[in-house]
């Protein structure tokens, strides 16, 4: 589920956890109806919160015990343990560990009833890069293992790279799914071509032929409608006499259909050095 904050995510992974009660329609889980057997669907399904956290003073492997010990049947802590790749850390206590690592403490409790659904609500959240890039290893290595995992983010790249289908949401609605390929093939604008530091003979040239022609930030944007188009952009530079610094084509992203489809771009948080969190708003956000 990719779409900003306030979207109405986290307010849709908890009805289909059973933490929120639906204020309309109908929802099931496993064939099951959220209002009438939450207990059963709870049973079958692991949860990661968006604000995740355990007992400081309990170790690792004291934490994920600890939660099993919540269900009638849980799967071995060192199995979990080995499984999101905390071996060297097993009995560390928990409030030492880094924001990366706690996190994939929560990936290892959400999964130590074997449940069938896991939910992960933006587990990567305020991590750096690398720790970022380390979690998204332990949910691949989930869905290898063939569960079900409903991730919901803000992070564009984080969508591309797990997702085998994207659901994008905006104001509480889908308003666009599939897999990041489909989405981008039914929602994209096509091919451009990008011009960079074009002066004004090629400016005129260009139009001239693509009365269409954008100029942003010094950049020259036309829209491919055929693979002839290219060598016939080339063609008419050349003819200008004009300059320009190089010629790129690029297609549609997941990113460019997003804007698109909610006239926004999402926001991104980034992470100080000092380990602070400070929200940036990416240009053009609103």
């Known amino acids: 589920m990719l779409g900003p904050n306030g979207a109405g995510k986290t307010t849709t992974v908890e009805i289909l956890e059973c933490l929120r009660q639906l204020t309309s329609g109908e929802v099931r889980v496993l064939g099951m109806d959220v209002n009438k057997e939450a207990n059963k669907i709870k049973r079958r399904i692991g949860v990661l919160p968006q604000d995740f956290n355990a007992f400081d003073l309990l170790t690792v492997k004291e934490n994920i015990e600890f939660f099993g010990g919540m269900y009638d049947r849980s799967l071995d802590p060192d199995e979990l343990i080995d499984a999101v790749d905390l071996r060297e850390k097993r009995d560390e206590y928990f409030k030492n560990l880094s924001g990366g690592l706690k996190q994939r403490v929560g990936v290892a409790i959400s999964m130590v009833n074997d449940p069938d659904i896991v939910f992960l609500d933006e587990p990567t959240t305020g991590l750096d890069p690398k720790a ?20 919901t983010t803000h992070y564009m790249e984080e969508a591309e790279v797990l997702s085998d289908r994207v659901g994008i949401i905006d104001h509480g609605r889908f308003i666009a799914f599939g897999t990041p ?15 960079s530091n074009c002066d004004e003979r090629c400016l005129t040239a260009l139009r001239g032929q693509w009365p269409s022609a954008e100029k942003n930030n010094g950049e020259i944007v036309i829209r491919l409608e055929s693979k002839n188009s290219l060598p016939e952009i080339i063609y008419t530079l050349d003819r200008s006499g004009g300059n320009y610094e190089q010629i790129q084509v690029t297609r549609p992203t997941l990113e460019d259909v997003f804007l698109s489809l909610t006239g926004k771009k999402l926001m991104s948080e980034e992470v100080e050095p000092t380990g602070k969190k400070r929200k940036k708003r990416k240009k053009g956000a609103k």
């Open 181 to 195: 390929r489909e989405i981008v093939e039914k929602h994209g604008t096509g091919s451009r071509c990008i011009i």
């Open 132 to 151: 970022r890039r380390d979690v998204w290893g332990v949910i691949q290595s989930l869905r290898e293992k063939g569960k079900t995992v409903i991730l």
